[in-house]
């Protein structure tokens, strides 16, 4: 069976000095829900403006079901449909009249033009304010409109980029419920950005790591936790206690897979954390380092990204930027 | 077909738009209605500039209502820009729609928007006094023209946002390209009124060519030239659409 999406040795500059891909390699299979897991920066986007034929790759290919996202641009453009970060509506109409414009541009045929915006308001809980301008919508509305266009022309394939970002938790709920419905329904592959943990963990049948340009790693939530191994200590240090002599008194100690330091804390990845534990509050103990609080947890998509791309995923200016970018367009509309 | 049917599409998302809020066609009806209200009537008492027989007002009134109408054209790029920084534009291109009729639609779509602009203005200037030629087909044609030429003045702002991106620089740019459009032609003052060079620019000006195909039709009867304005329009509508047609992609880069 052929992937939907497939991507060998894909790289991209900008301006011919900013590398945003450097060399992707992804395979994703048809009607899984895929999660491109990564910070801000890493390339996703720019991937999934590749995919869905808006930016051209410097080298390297990539199919969307077989097709070459430049060669067949346009045979790709008929199975596919593309939900950007920034508000993608209209907000200067209603909400239905939004879903009218694209059922005409995607050429839904007039008959059966009716029914099929009204199943898809209807899948989005968004029937009773299909004539309210979209001014008015609340921003978890915003997002299920701008997905109901994507689902309106049953495309085989759905790209999100961060289709969630700035949502509150009961808001994002509410928009995967949504979605996995539709996703059973149809069979439709969805492949989406995020830079939520949480979201890829739950919402994803496979997920891959992106970090500066490359795929790090990849496989189910599961596969990727377990790859870790073993469990995660965190150390809580007391203030300013980190002395680089620490990792390597640490890395001495057999059973210890991987060590990182983010601020106060001081996290190791162990085979058996009742063994290691003493052996490692001793090292401590010994240089002085003041510890304040120890907790054993198994591996979160956290430690696995913590691992694999060196830092971890958090980035609160970020999400309120573009929750901010969101809201002014949602109040301005046009000018 | 195809083309055709997305260029209607964009066409109706336009006037679904103004459906909803007419205000800003409001608020840009106050300075053209300030031009045949109070400068039309000064100068004209002044009788310096000769208009062939009609009043000064009369003859002022095409040249400020394809004012406004450029204005709304030019300041369409500026809504591109916008639909940049939102998503919208992504979408669009990722649509099977191709960019040609995307550009095309978009511009005519701000052709829509011009004629309700000029229409506004025709009631106030009878109220002034101002005497149109009472043929409907000629009003007609002349709305025709205002919506073509609209078309392309928007394609020119879609080549120019294509350019510029940001709105801060665009609202610049824009303003850079309407006033010296407007003087250098014959909107205020027959061309030969003009200075040797200006006459030259005025030449190329398309803005001279609507105003005087609108003129002679709604005000003087004299349509001698009309041929003519018509294939400098068509000209500078095709150039516009394949320009900025080709650089539209930019915009989203």
Redesign the interface.
């Known amino acids: 069976m052929v992937y939907a999406v497939q991507v060998n040795g894909l790289v991209k500059i900008y301006d011919g000095k900013v590398r945003a891909l450097d060399g992707v390699d992804l395979t994703v299979d048809q009607g899984i829900s895929f999660a491109l897991l990564g910070p801000n920066g890493a390339g996703k986007t720019t991937l999934m403006?590749i995919l869905?034929?808006?930016?051209r790759p410097t080298a390297g290919e990539a199919h969307v079901f077989g097709l070459n996202v430049v060669r067949e641009e346009?045979k790709v453009?008929?199975l596919?449909?593309?939900?950007?970060?920034?508000?993608?509506?209209?907000t200067?109409?209603?909400g239905y009249?939004n879903l009218l414009?694209?059922a005409?541009?995607?050429?839904v045929p007039s008959s059966e033009r009716e029914k099929i915006i009204d199943e898809a308001l209807e899948n989005m809980g968004l029937s009773e304010v299909k004539n309210e301008?979209v001014r008015t919508y609340s921003g978890g509305m915003i997002r299920r409109l701008e997905i109901a266009?994507a689902v309106l022309i049953r495309p085989k394939i759905m790209f999100l980029d961060e289709p969630t970002i700035g949502l509150d938790p009961a808001a994002r709920k509410a928009v995967w419920e949504r979605l996995k419905i539709f996703k059973k329904e149809y069979g439709v592959t969805i492949f989406f950005n995020t830079h939520y943990m949480d979201e890829a963990d739950m919402y994803a049948d496979e997920i891959a790591i992106i970090n500066q340009g490359k795929i790090v790693t990849g496989g189910t939530s599961k596969e990727l936790k377990q790859s870790l191994g073993g469990e995660v200590i965190t150390f809580t240090l007391g203030n300013n206690a980190y002395d680089p002599r620490i990792d390597q008194e640490i890395k001495k100690l057999e059973s210890i897979r991987s060590l990182f330091i983010e601020g106060p804390s001081l996290t190791v990845i162990v085979e058996d954390a009742e063994v290691a534990l003493p052996s490692i509050m001793n090292i401590l103990k010994s240089m002085d380092v003041p510890v304040e609080k120890v907790s054993i947890a198994k591996p979160t998509l956290d430690d696995v990204f913590l691992k694999y791309a060196g830092t971890r995923l958090e980035d609160k200016g970020r999400i309120s930027e573009v929750v901010r970018?969101r809201e002014m367009?949602r109040k301005?509309g046009?000018? | 077909m195809m083309g055709l049917k997305n260029m209607l599409v964009m066409i109706e998302l336009e006037l679904r738009r103004l459906r909803h809020d007419r205000t800003e066609i409001y608020f840009r009806a106050v300075q053209p209605i300030l031009w045949i209200a109070i400068f039309g009537p000064v100068m004209g008492s002044i009788r310096a500039i000769p208009t062939g027989g009609v009043p000064y007002t009369d003859f002022i009134t095409p040249g400020v209502m394809i004012q406004t109408t450029t204005f709304v054209s030019i300041f369409y790029g500026l809504m591109m820009v916008w639909e940049r920084d939102s998503g919208i534009l992504k979408k669009l291109l990722v649509t099977p729609a191709s960019r040609y009729s995307m550009v095309i639609g978009r511009s005519m779509a701000s052709g829509v928007r011009a004629i309700f602009q000029a229409l506004i203005i025709i009631p106030i200037a009878l109220v002034i006094g101002v005497k149109f030629q009472p043929n409907p087909l000629c009003i007609l044609l002349a709305f025709i023209i205002i919506f073509i030429s609209s078309g392309g003045f928007a394609a020119t702002s879609i080549l120019v946002a294509s350019f510029m991106k940001t709105r801060e620089r665009f609202m610049g740019v824009g303003q850079a390209i309407i006033m010296p459009l407007f003087f250098a032609s014959n909107a205020l003052y027959p061309i030969q009124l003009m200075p040797p060079i200006l006459r030259e620019i005025s030449l190329i000006n398309p803005l001279s060519y609507v105003v005087d195909a609108v003129r002679g039709l709604l005000i003087t009867g004299d349509t001698s030239g009309l041929l003519l304005d018509i294939a400098a329009i068509a000209i500078f509508d095709a150039v516009m659409f394949v320009l900025s047609s080709i650089s539209f992609k930019r915009i989203i880069e």
Request: aromatic fraction near 12%.
């Open positions: 403006r869905t034929t808006q930016l346009s453009r008929r596919i449909s593309y939900v950007p970060q920034e508000i993608s509506v209209w200067d109409i209603s009249e414009i694209y005409k541009i995607f050429g301008l266009c970018v367009v301005g046009r000018l």
